[in-house]
């Protein structure tokens, strides 16, 4: 079930990520300016470069990426761990400009990422050889329909080459970051886990921070100095409180999200159960804005597409398992009918036999034993 803990965590953590960085550069909390994306970014990317590495040592984890012999006490990267973490880099990065595009709304933005991370899911674990199971498939399948079908109304929104080029941007970081995590730590292991992610981290984090200072230092054309204005006002802006929070919200987010790849199971199952979560975020979050704000709402379709992104949760849940758990609820009838016998022929013999105290000893982990013989019973079946 851990799983889907991480799930609800990137759920409530990305709805005010993606709202703000909506409302900021739309000029929905600037009295109708809207402030350019490149302006913000200095600010959130120095916020989540700082509290995720900050989060790391609060943690402890500093020790799980380790060298060995010598280099005992020093963290180390090895060449995954290196591209995996430059591939987060610029996911992030593109993540935070999708939302800053006119004519695009958080959902169709959101539709337009998880849908090649979707299809890149089973191309993944074929790779690698690893099993998907029905019910990945299905919630797969039910996933990629509910992003398909708003893509219907295409028609509504810009798509312009800029966010062409930063949707490829942002597929090119997961096409470097899936198969590095896939490969190194999807094994159940905690610790391995955490080792990579904090290796990870070390890449991830420096060049978020360091890739748009340098860019900001060079300072030629209207990006680059748009990003120089922004670090320039770091701390002095109107909005950079708002950049503070936003990546503060993407360190919560990013942790919950690298975790739930990082779940032994296959990425048919990992990457639809992320996307239903950020889906629904975006929905909620495009509902909020419309309460508070007065900005568009989710078209039907959008709505349409929830449902069915419902529905894969439904399936990929643990209902699947139904079977298990109807064989584990008969492994406890049947154990609770043995205790009952036990105490009622104990009555019997007391009633019948000399008036002496009689006392029952009931074998309790043996009957945890045959229950759970009977569970793996019903999961064979």
């Not at 989540?48 to 380790?66: D, N, Q, V």
Request: glycine content about 10%.
């Amino acid at each position: 079930m851990g799983i889907w803990a991480l799930g609800l965590g990137y759920f409530l953590f990305y709805i005010p990520y993606s709202g703000l960085s909506k409302a900021v550069t739309a000029g929905l909390l600037t009295k109708g300016i809207p402030v350019s994306v490149f302006e913000l970014l200095p600010s959130t990317v120095v916020s989540t470069s700082l509290t995720m590495l900050l989060f790391i040592t609060i943690m402890g984890w500093w020790k799980y990426a380790l060298g060995s012999g010598a280099a005992g006490l020093v963290p180390r990267i090895n060449l995954q761990t290196l591209i995996s973490g430059l591939g987060f880099a610029t996911i992030i990065i593109t993540t935070t400009l999708a939302y800053s595009f006119s004519g695009i709304s958080i959902v169709f933005a959101l539709i337009l990422m998880r849908g090649g991370v979707l299809i890149m899911s089973p191309v993944i674990d074929r790779i690698f050889h690893r099993r998907v199971r029905w019910f990945s498939w299905a919630g797969f399948g039910l996933s990629l329909l509910a992003i398909l079908i708003p893509f219907t109304g295409v028609h509504d929104y810009e798509l312009s080459l800029a966010v062409l080029l930063n949707l490829s941007a942002y597929l090119l970081g997961y096409a470097l970051r899936l198969p590095c995590m896939t490969n190194m730590a999807k094994t159940g292991e905690k610790r391995i886990a955490i080792g990579y992610f904090v290796q990870e981290q070390m890449v991830a984090m420096p060049a978020l921070a360091l890739i748009p200072s340098a860019l900001a230092a060079i300072g030629q054309g209207p990006i680059m100095g748009q990003l120089r204005l922004g670090f320039t006002h770091l701390f002095s802006s109107s909005y950079a409180p708002a950049g503070w929070a936003i990546g503060l919200f993407y360190t919560g987010l990013g942790i919950f999200c690298t975790f739930i790849y990082l779940d032994r199971r296959e990425n048919t199952f990992c990457i639809p159960m992320y996307a239903c979560s950020s889906m629904l975020s975006g929905i909620v979050a495009t509902w909020i804005l419309t309460k508070w704000f007065h900005a568009p709402g989710s078209s039907n379709v959008q709505l349409a597409g929830a449902m069915l992104i419902m529905a894969a949760l439904l399936v990929m849940s643990p209902l699947h398992h139904l079977p298990l758990y109807a064989g584990q609820l008969r492994a406890a009838v049947k154990q609770k009918r043995l205790v009952l016998v036990a105490f009622n022929k104990s009555a019997v013999a007391s009633s019948q036999g000399p008036k002496q105290e009689r006392f029952i000893t009931v074998d309790f982990q043996a009957l945890r034993q045959a229950a759970r013989g009977s569970s793996r019973a019903a999961r064979g079946s």
